[in-house]
């Protein structure tokens, strides 16, 4: 089995100075850590890297972190797995447009809006993990894990 640990939007440190201190305890021995952009500084990814190994993309305020791409496709014990930080509105649509930036993945990572979502549509699971460090715009701070083992995934949304 393969666990994942999955945030975006840290806004490190507009949002908060660092990352909340359960994100480490509920990360601790996870396979990889994806983040879905709005990471902001390097700081975050070079803690993150203590962890486990980071797979990252770059949001809308990542301009200072250009060596991201903007999205990523890969594959992981047979689950393809889109990683994208999201753009534009309204929220309701951000799902249909993401997913034209893939080519038949199982499940698609996302940030952008600070809503946590874990669920199905149209055969794609989705998960956007919400924000570790936001309140103001997310209903609350949040993270997400992954699961997968023998080509299935289940996912969770924590509450941090």
Do not use: C
């Amino acid at each position: 089995m393969k666990r994942l640990g999955v945030l975006s939007d840290t806004h490190i440190p507009v949002r908060s100075p660092i990352l909340p201190p359960k994100l480490f305890s509920l990360f601790k021995g996870v396979d990889y850590i994806l983040h879905a952009g709005d990471v902001e500084v390097q700081k975050v990814l070079d803690e993150l890297e203590g962890i486990a190994p980071v797979l990252a993309v770059a949001g809308n305020m990542d301009s200072a972190l250009n060596s991201l791409p903007l999205k990523r496709q890969m594959e992981i014990d047979g689950i393809r797995i889109g990683l994208i930080h999201g753009y534009g509105g309204p929220r309701n649509q951000i799902r249909e447009r993401i997913r034209k930036q893939f080519n038949k993945p199982d499940v698609i990572i996302y940030g952008h809006t600070h809503l946590p979502f874990w669920g199905e549509e149209a055969g794609i699971w989705y998960m956007n993990p919400g924000s570790p460090t936001d309140s103001l715009f997310a209903p609350y701070p949040s993270v997400g894990i992954l699961e997968i083992e023998y080509g299935k995934i289940n996912g969770e949304i924590i509450s941090l």
